[in-house]
């Protein structure tokens, strides 16, 4: 590969599988919710990557790669807005946003 030239789909999967391993890594190692929130946000916007540069190379003209990342983007919105409440209200109880401390979210 030269530099200057259009990356290829195997460029756009290699950052997305990146991107997922660093999110997942964060995930499982952050102690810190507000962390491990944005940790999850990453490995969704690498699964968005991978559908949107899939759906270039694979079949352009259907977009069905970018209405799927939208849809993702949605659902990932509304997610961190409950995750973020919920932070929120246990830091109000606790003064913490250490995952130890919140002992009454285990069923």
Known sequence: ???GAPAGAA???ALSA???SLGLY???SRKNAVMVLMSLELMANAVNLNLVSLTRFVDPAAMTGQ???VFSMVVSAAEIG???ALVLAIY???KTVELE???ELKG
């Open 1 to 3: 590969m030269t530099i």
């Open 11 to 13: 460029q756009f999967m």
């Open 18 to 20: 990146v991107l997922f």
């Open 26 to 28: 964060g995930a499982l």
């Open 67 to 69: 209405f799927f990342a």
């Open 82 to 84: 409950l995750g973020l």
């Open 92 to 94: 109000r109880q606790k």
């Open 101 to 103: 401390a919140m002992e």
